[in-house]
């Protein structure tokens, strides 16, 4: 026969195990996001103008301070650190840290040059450093620019798989450091990558007819970024509204200028 155990022992160790029980790790801190049909201002160029009033800025990552991103978060602005993840650029201050292995052709764009994305092991730990700095600054969200090398002429045989598996990557690296990632264009890839990404930035869909590919962003209740360059406003805005994008148009240099839906 087993002998019950008095009731002091049991409160002992009921006390003894609450002790030694590791602390609840607390629930992960889900990152800022913006809000489908949220207006936003996309400048890359110039000195950043805080007087357009809206509730979200995309702006350069290497050329903005920590002090702008304040500046627009006391304004009641979330910011947006627009770094390129797709391709050297010749004028940013990293510029060396890339091995000559990873360089391709030219993309079109002075001093740049597409990335071999299948080489991970040096480009991961490259872009990690880049998202700190946006991280470090203060950046609510990054936007890395030319995600669909696969689809251009790299000089690299670049396959989908391996796209896929960089702008994973790419989100991974955002997510790990509290700020949520926005899927730039790659249209095709949308339906494998939308969970993945929180929010779309699109250049054009009006103009090649393209829009309805990234419904699963706001399908979703995810945003998406919308800009056209060479569309007339009341050529793509009704269908833009429809869809719930947060739209507007610009001029190819993404200074200040910006026309809204």
């Not at 700095?133 to 790299?154: H, I, Q, S």
């Amino acid at each position: 026969m087993t002998r019950a155990r008095p009731l002091w022992l049991l409160c002992l160790l009921a006390l003894l195990a609450a002790c030694s029980a590791p602390d609840p790790e607390p629930p992960p801190v889900r990152p800022w996001r913006p809000a489908v049909g949220t207006a936003w201002q996309w400048q890359l160029d110039g000195h950043v103008d805080g007087r357009v009033d809206v509730p979200v800025y995309d702006i350069d990552g290497f050329e903005n301070d920590a002090r702008t991103v304040r500046r627009l978060h006391r304004d009641g602005r979330k910011v947006i650190c627009y770094i390129n993840a797709g391709a050297w650029e010749s004028f940013r201050p990293d510029r060396r840290d890339f091995p000559a292995s990873v360089l391709g052709r030219g993309n079109g764009w002075g001093g740049e040059r597409w990335l071999d994305i299948r080489r991970l092991d040096v480009l991961r730990p490259l872009m990690a450093k880049r998202f700190d700095m946006c991280r470090e600054k203060g950046f609510d969200a990054v936007e890395p620019d030319l995600m669909d090398g696969y689809l251009n002429d790299t000089g690299f045989p670049l396959t989908a798989a391996d796209q896929l598996a960089y702008n994973r990557m790419l989100a991974r690296l955002a997510h790990a450091r509290g700020m949520s990632v926005g899927l730039k264009n790659d249209l095709p890839q949308i339906p494998s990558l939308v969970r993945d990404f929180d929010f779309a930035v699109n250049e054009e869909c009006a103009q090649y007819g393209e829009c309805t590919a990234l419904a699963p962003f706001v399908n979703a209740g995810k945003a998406v970024l919308h800009v056209e360059y060479a569309v007339a406003v009341g050529d793509f805005c009704a269908r833009a509204r429809k869809l719930g994008f947060s739209s507007m148009r610009k001029k190819l240099d993404l200074g200040v200028w910006r026309q809204p839906c």
